[in-house]
């Protein structure tokens, strides 16, 4: 009779594996990109849809939805709030670790309702300018900002952003944190075309999103903010670092991560973490990312829990960081 009783169990229990639809199947998964179509987070998104397409065997459907807004905040706080089914993923950055320090009210909470799928890369900055912008050295374009306090305009993709960041951790160093009128925008990618046309002055964006434009001589470039000189890349080799203009230890990378609502099936999460692993080494994935700038991370910095431990370890670093700055949003 026992022996009935267990043939009968496991018979159910492969019938409802076997019924469990494979993931994801034939319904689309949506990449949630909380900034503006066209801007750096954007591109970050479209190319790892596409590698992960290649790698779940094309079955796999990505589809990118832009939620922008209260600098990435509010697209983040729709992830959290999903189905945790796997069919809505957050792709963000540095704002999983700037939010939660600038924002006293925060509708989500970056490290209790996210599972991590793991990290993606990290992308270099690059302080940048209208192309009328009297100054073609760091140097002629720092003394223009002083000579010109509370005249001049910096361009931002919302309060939390990474190039809100940027231009706040930089303007804090230039001792003069009121210089610059701060202009948020939904998403770097409308912020650069203001920048581009002359209607706002500065900014501090990823190179994913300001190589192409420095090229084309389309805005002015004064300086990375890695710590050590781009001496690899072809374009950015020749801008110093803010650390040579004398900010001592100044050095900001964007990385970027993979997020699900809190409570996605483990198996899913697995298997969304492996795809991920492989599209990260799709020669065409990395190929199009480095040719901008970008430094695709490696397994162990993608593993979920290091990244996990890494966005806490930012949260701490940037809590006096942006207290001593002393700009908070509620
Ligand atoms: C940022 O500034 O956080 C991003 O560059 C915004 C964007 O991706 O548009």
Redesign the pocket.
């Known amino acids: 009779m026992k022996k009935l009783v267990v043939l009968a169990l496991a018979a159910a229990a492969s019938l409802a594996h076997a019924q469990a639809p494979a993931y994801p199947g034939s319904k689309p998964v949506t990449f949630v990109v909380p900034?503006?179509a066209g801007?750096?987070?954007?591109r970050v998104a479209r190319d790892l849809a596409e590698a992960m397409r290649k790698v779940m065997g094309g079955q796999a459907n990505f589809v990118i939805e832009n939620v922008n807004g209260a600098?990435?905040t509010i697209g983040a706080a729709k992830v959290a709030k999903s189905a945790p089914d796997g069919y809505t993923l957050l792709i963000h950055?540095i704002?999983m670790a700037a939010a939660p320090v600038l924002y006293r009210k925060l509708s989500y909470k970056s490290l209790e309702d996210f599972e991590y799928l793991g990290m993606i890369n990290e992308v270099p900055m690059t302080l940048i300018g209208k192309p009328q912008l009297p100054a073609n050295t760091y140097r002629d374009f720092e003394n223009y900002i002083r000579a010109n306090a509370g005249k001049l305009n910096i361009a931002?993709?919302g309060l939390g952003?990474?190039?809100?960041l940027c231009g706040l951790l930089w303007q804090s160093r230039l001792n003069a944190s009121d210089a610059m009128v701060t202009i948020p925008f939904g998403?770097?990618?409308p912020a650069m075309n203001a920048l581009v046309g002359g209607q706002v002055d500065v900014m501090c964006?990823?190179t994913t999103?300001t190589t192409a434009q420095i090229e084309a001589g389309r805005v002015k470039a004064f300086a990375v903010t890695t710590a050590r000189p781009m001496s690899n890349h072809k374009l950015l080799k020749d801008y110093p670092t803010l650390q040579e203009m004398g900010m001592k230890g100044f050095e900001l990378t964007?990385w970027h991560g993979m997020y699900a609502p809190k409570g996605t099936p483990a198996a899913i999460q697995a298997q969304l973490n492996e795809a991920l692993k492989k599209a990260l080494k799709d020669p065409e994935f990395i190929k199009k990312q480095e040719g901008l700038g970008a430094i695709i991370v490696n397994d162990k910095r993608l593993d979920p829990a290091n990244h996990k431990a890494f966005v806490a370890s930012e949260i701490a670093k940037l809590k006096p960081v942006v207290e001593a700055a002393g700009k908070f949003a509620d």
């Open positions: 900034f503006a801007g750096p987070t954007d600098g990435g950055h704002g931002h993709a952003s990474a190039s809100h998403g770097t990618a964006d990823q999103n964007i």
